[in-house]
């Protein structure tokens, strides 16, 4: 007898629908074809198992399972539930009529006790869109699933109970949750807070204006000067996540796996500090079996690099060209794949190896043109795309302990969110641009004009401070940012001033 039923692929960040054929014939063989990886080989055994844990059999027949569309390449384990319940119903063991109305997918243990799987998102989201009536799926990812409006999720902990729903012995009430009220109860709910932080205003103020841009910014200082802790707050200032970039976001995590049992929608923006001992793999996305970098788990917001000349050149550079793109391509032989990267990079270092250089206190102790050696680790077109170089000093005794209360994340989020406002507006007839850090060099002498006097001034500092050529554009766009905070329509003198001041690596002789 020939049976069928329904599961899914995830390839990149979206689902693919894949029927399960199992047919039950004369002979002994248990042959599986669909181009399955050993993951999905493996279940025959599983499978095996499962059935006779539950009292059932498995035929002692000839069995072919097909993953259909068979030119495409399956991997995981996740087919063992649909390829479990297609037996039985092929062998008439079960009587299973609804199976074809819904998408399963699902791990078995050798009891018959269901497993979580990864990439349940982009599945009910397929699912939904294929018109199923429901999915089924083991209960610890039910939540995450039933993110997904009108689609019943069924959440199963173990073939028995798949069993027993098919056949109508019991009744299992779909998981229904309120996504907006999730979404609402959870949005901007940060452990990290910037009242928490003494001192370094001219830090904070650096990381407002990165925020309110979407500027990626350095930050220069000795150890111990507070350069991760501020790094961990930026998140918390960063305009509210909407609903379409959680889900975005929630995709993306659960294709990689990093949910968690019982997880739902994530409301707060992405924060990634990877080790500068990271692989470029791990860090862009890629492998075997492809998966997510954390430069898209950091998608819609920050990416965080302590200590950045002591990531491998390699490493780094792989990562220019995502941050053009605000994506990553994965190409293989027979499939390409697009993961989102749209994260904002916020790196850190030591302005030399000893970690003393330019101290106020301490003397420095490295050899002539060791401190240049270091700083030259990171190459150009990297640094080109950092808009912000931000020197962090040491906070004082007196500033640590003194009573001063410090501005808390929500009341530089609204300065900031009000920045983004304007921005949305100048560039909504531009799709594919949403804030100042995203605007082409061709478009600058539009929005970002400046009056004589403020040309006198950039032009005495870029001689002066011997900046670059490539410093010329950066000023203008976080000077427009500045602006922007200060709901200002035009750039004015002290919006450049201040935007001079954050580019330290650019000055000639700043290492020499």
Same mark, same amino acid.
């Given at each position: 007898?020939?049976?069928?039923?329904?599961?899914?692929?995830?390839?990149?960040?979206?689902?693919?629908?894949?029927?399960?054929?199992?047919?039950?014939?004369?002979?002994?063989? /248990?042959?599986?074809?669909?181009?399955?990886?050993?993951?999905?080989?493996?279940?025959?055994?599983?499978? %095996?198992?499962?059935?006779?844990?539950?009292?059932?059999?498995?035929?002692?027949?000839?069995?072919?399972?097909?993953?259909?569309?068979?030119?495409?390449?399956?991997?995981?384990?996740?087919?063992?539930?649909?390829?479990?319940?297609?037996?039985?119903?092929?062998?008439?063991?079960?009587?299973?009529?609804?199976?074809?109305?819904?998408?399963?997918?699902?791990?078995?243990?050798?009891?018959?006790?269901?497993?979580?799987?990864?990439?349940?998102?982009?599945?009910?989201?397929?699912?939904?869109?294929?018109?199923?009536?429901?999915?089924?799926?083991?209960? %610890?990812?039910?939540?995450?699933?039933?993110?997904?409006?009108? +689609?019943?999720?069924?959440?199963?902990?173990?073939?028995?109970?798949?069993?027993?729903? /098919?056949?109508?012995?019991?009744?299992?009430?779909?998981?229904?949750?309120?996504?907006?009220?999730?979404?609402?109860?959870?949005?901007?709910?940060?452990?990290?807070?910037?009242?928490?932080? =003494?001192? =370094?205003?001219?830090?904070?103020?650096?990381?407002?204006?990165?925020?309110?841009?979407?500027?990626?910014?350095?930050?220069?200082?000795?150890?111990?000067?507070?350069?991760?802790?501020?790094?961990?707050?930026?998140?918390?200032?960063?305009?509210?996540?909407?609903?379409?970039?959680?889900?975005?976001?929630?995709?993306?995590?659960?294709?990689?796996?990093?949910?968690?049992?019982?997880?739902?929608?994530?409301?707060?923006?992405?924060?990634?500090?990877?080790?500068?001992?990271?692989?470029?793999?791990?860090?862009?996305?890629?492998?075997?079996?492809?998966?997510?970098?954390?430069?898209?788990?950091?998608?819609?917001?920050?990416?965080?690099?302590?200590?950045?000349?002591? /990531?491998?050149?390699?490493?780094?550079?792989?990562?220019? !060209?995502?941050?053009?793109?605000?994506?990553?391509?994965?190409?293989?032989?027979?499939?390409?794949?697009?993961?989102?990267?749209?994260?904002? +990079?916020?790196?850190?270092?030591?302005?030399?190896?000893?970690?003393?250089?330019?101290?106020?206190?301490? %003397?420095?102790?490295?050899?002539?043109?060791?401190?240049?050696?270091?700083?030259?680790?990171?190459?150009?077109?990297? +640094?080109?795309?950092?808009?912000?170089?931000?020197?962090?000093?040491?906070?004082?005794?007196?500033?640590?302990?003194?009573?001063?209360?410090?501005?808390?994340?929500?009341?530089?989020?609204?300065?900031?969110?009000?920045?983004?406002?304007? !921005?949305?507006?100048?560039?909504?007839?531009?799709?594919?641009?949403?804030?100042?850090?995203?605007?082409?060099?061709?478009?600058?002498?539009?929005?970002?004009?400046?009056?004589?006097?403020?040309?006198?001034?950039?032009?005495?500092?870029?001689?002066?401070?011997?900046?670059?050529?490539?410093?010329?554009?950066?000023?203008?766009?976080?000077?427009?940012?500045?602006?922007?905070?200060?709901?200002?329509?035009?750039? !004015?003198?002290?919006?450049?001033?201040?935007?001079?001041?954050?580019?330290? +690596?650019?000055?000639?002789?700043?290492?020499?």
């Amino acid at each position: 007898m020939l049976s069928k039923s329904f599961g899914a692929a995830v390839y990149g960040v979206d689902a693919r629908v894949i029927t399960i054929e199992v047919n039950v014939g004369q002979g002994t063989k /248990f042959h599986m074809s669909g181009l399955p990886d050993n993951a999905v080989k493996e279940s025959e055994h599983r499978v %095996e198992s499962a059935i006779k844990e539950n009292g059932l059999r498995m035929p002692r027949q000839k069995v072919v399972v097909n993953l259909a569309p068979a030119d495409i390449k399956k991997e995981g384990s996740a087919y063992d539930l649909p390829i479990a319940l297609s037996i039985l119903k092929a062998s008439d063991q079960i009587s299973a009529d609804k199976l074809e109305d819904y998408l399963i997918m699902g791990e078995l243990a050798l009891d018959g006790k269901l497993r979580p799987i990864k990439g349940v998102l982009p599945i009910a989201i397929e699912a939904r869109k294929n018109k199923f009536k429901g999915f089924i799926l083991p209960k %610890e990812n039910a939540r995450e699933a039933a993110i997904v409006n009108d +689609l019943e999720v069924i959440g199963v902990e173990s073939l028995k109970e798949a069993i027993d729903f /098919f056949e109508g012995a019991i009744e299992i009430k779909p998981l229904d949750i309120d996504t907006r009220d999730v979404f609402m109860t959870e949005v901007n709910t940060y452990s990290a807070d910037f009242k928490d932080v =003494q001192g =370094q205003e001219n830090i904070k103020r650096a990381l407002e204006i990165a925020a309110a841009g979407g500027h990626n910014a350095i930050m220069i200082g000795p150890p111990g000067a507070g350069k991760t802790m501020l790094a961990k707050r930026l998140a918390s200032i960063l305009p509210p996540l909407s609903l379409h970039e959680a889900l975005e976001t929630t995709k993306i995590h659960s294709v990689a796996g990093r949910l968690g049992d019982n997880a739902s929608l994530i409301a707060t923006r992405p924060y990634r500090a990877p080790h500068h001992t990271i692989s470029d793999v791990a860090l862009v996305g890629g492998g075997g079996n492809p998966q997510p970098g954390e430069i898209s788990l950091a998608h819609n917001g920050v990416l965080f690099l302590d200590e950045l000349p002591e /990531f491998k050149r390699t490493v780094l550079e792989v990562m220019r !060209q995502p941050m053009e793109d605000r994506k990553v391509t994965i190409s293989r032989a027979k499939v390409s794949l697009d993961y989102p990267a749209n994260f904002m +990079l916020i790196a850190s270092m030591n302005p030399c190896p000893c970690g003393y250089y330019n101290h106020p206190e301490k %003397e420095c102790v490295c050899a002539p043109g060791v401190v240049q050696k270091y700083l030259s680790k990171i190459s150009g077109p990297l +640094l080109d795309r950092i808009d912000l170089h931000v020197e962090v000093t040491p906070v004082s005794f007196d500033e640590m302990t003194a009573n001063r209360k410090s501005e808390s994340s929500s009341e530089i989020r609204e300065r900031v969110v009000a920045a983004r406002v304007r !921005q949305i507006d100048r560039f909504k007839e531009i799709k594919e641009i949403h804030c100042n850090a995203m605007m082409p060099s061709q478009m600058l002498k539009d929005v970002c004009q400046i009056n004589e006097a403020g040309k006198t001034l950039l032009k005495t500092a870029m001689e002066k401070l011997g900046l670059s050529a490539r410093a010329y554009d950066r000023i203008l766009k976080v000077s427009r940012t500045i602006a922007d905070l200060a709901d200002a329509e035009e750039i !004015q003198i002290e919006h450049l001033a201040e935007a001079i001041q954050y580019r330290s +690596l650019d000055r000639e002789g700043w290492a020499g």
